[in-house]
């Protein structure tokens, strides 16, 4: 699946809620979801700088796509990174790169969070376009 298709499957998923707290808790399911990142990559190296809860993210690539896993210590902030994750991995890097994120502006993501947790979110995006980049050289 591209990475646009993903973003309107979020979009219409997001739709069918009729307030933000629901969105929440459909946030809050989302992280319950999330592939558990192996324990070796908890690492400092690996803390998603910029966010006030701890997140965790390592990324690899199979098969020249980027592989990402990842983890929070809160649980919204768990679900915003599964909503990440579904979207750029087993994606390949130059995709990554080159994709638009307005689909979080689309889900009203970014004015329903707190300045912190919209700092992170950019963060965290910001986080994961930098493994493309890296990966990306490294497949030039």
């Given at each position: ?84 994750i579904r979207v750029f991995s087993n994606q390949h890097p130059k995709d990554i790169i080159d994709a638009d994120t307005s ?15 919209a700092n992170g979110l950019v963060s965290m995006i910001k986080q994961i376009k930098m493994y493309a980049i890296a990966y ?5």
């Amino acid at each position: 699946m591209t990475i646009k298709a993903i973003q309107d499957e979020i979009i219409d998923e997001f739709s069918m809620f009729e307030d933000w707290e629901e969105r929440y808790q459909y946030m809050i399911d989302l992280g319950k979801t999330l592939p558990l990142i192996d324990s070796q990559y908890k690492t400092e190296d690996n803390i998603i700088k910029g966010c006030q809860s701890k997140v965790w993210v390592h990324a690899e690539m199979k098969d020249d796509k980027v592989v990402f896993t990842a983890d929070s210590d809160a649980i919204i902030t768990k679900g915003i990174i599964a909503i990440l994750i579904r979207v750029f991995s087993n994606q390949h890097p130059k995709d990554i790169i080159d994709a638009d994120t307005s689909f979080i502006d689309d889900i009203g993501l970014k004015e329903h969070l707190s300045p912190t947790r919209a700092n992170g979110l950019v963060s965290m995006i910001k986080q994961i376009k930098m493994y493309a980049i890296a990966y990306q050289t490294q497949l030039s």
